[in-house]
C-alpha cells in the first residue's frame, strides 16, 4: 500500500499522476508536446494542492524510463530524482512501452475502444523514433512481455515471425503507429501514453521494494542520441 507520484515524458505526452494504492486519484496530462520542462513542475504543484498531499506523504516517485525522447525522457528523469534526493524518497522506473500496454487494456475493459477477439490480439505498443523508425515491444492481451524492447524500422517484412506465424490479430497503438499500421496490416487503435497504465506497476514494484538507483539511474534510449550539424549558414 503506498502513495506515489508517476511521472511519463517520453513522447509529446506530459503526463503527472497521483496513485494510492495501485488507483489514479488525480491526472494532469497535455498534449501541447516540447514544453514538458515547464508543465511539469506546474502539473507536480497542482496536483498536491487538489488532493491536499504533502510532498513528503509521498511514498515513491516513479517514472517512465523509455525508451522514447532522450529530451522527453531526461526531463522526466531528472526531475523525479531531484524529488527523491529532496524527499528521502526512492525511485521507481516502468517501462514506458508495457505501461502503454497496460492504458490500451485498461480502455477496452472500460469500454473506450471496441475491437473483436481481443483475447486473440498481439498488442504492439510503439513509440515513435523518426521517419520510420519506432520503438516496439510485443504483448498479449493481459500485458505479458513476447519479445524483448527493440528500435525497427518498418517494412513490409516487419514482425513477419509473429505475423506470419500466429493467429492473433496484431493491434499497433501509441505515437508511431499511425506510420506503421497500413503497411503491417495491423489494427490501429487510438491510445496515447499516460501514467494511467503506471499506477499497477508502480504499486507492485513498491510492494517488492523493485527500487532504481537514484545515484546512477539512466533513461532506457536505447540508442545513442545522435547530434547532427546545422545546414542553415549563421554568418
Known sequence: MALILCIETG????????????????????????????????????????????????????????????TGLRIGVSFAKGLCYGLSKPL???SSLKALAAV?????????????????????????????????????????PLSDVTAEIITEQSLNEWRK??????VVFGSGAAKCADILGATLLNVTPSVRGMAQLAEEKFANRQFADTAYFEPFYLKEFVVTTSKKKLF
Open 165 to 170: 506465424n500466429s493467429s492473433k490479430n496484431l
Open 92 to 94: 521507481i522506473a516502468i
Open 11 to 70: 513522447t509529446d505526452i506530459c503526463s503527472v499522476g497521483v496513485v494510492r494504492d495501485g488507483e489514479l486519484i488525480s491526472l494532469r496530462e497535455s498534449d501541447a508536446g516540447k514544453d514538458h520542462a515547464k508543465k511539469v513542475a506546474v502539473f507536480v504543484d497542482e496536483l498536491l494542492s487538489e488532493t491536499g498531499i504533502a510532498p513528503s506523504d509521498i511514498d515513491a516517485v516513479a517514472v517512465g524510463e523509455g525508451p522514447g525522447s532522450y
Open 104 to 144: 490500451a487494456i485498461e480502455d477496452y475493459k472500460a469500454g473506450i475502444i471496441d475491437i473483436e477477439n481481443w483475447e486473440n490480439s498481439l498488442l504492439c505498443p510503439m513509440i515513435d523514433a523518426r521517419r520510420m523508425e519506432v520503438y516496439l515491444q510485443l504483448f498479449n492481451s493481459d500485458a505479458k
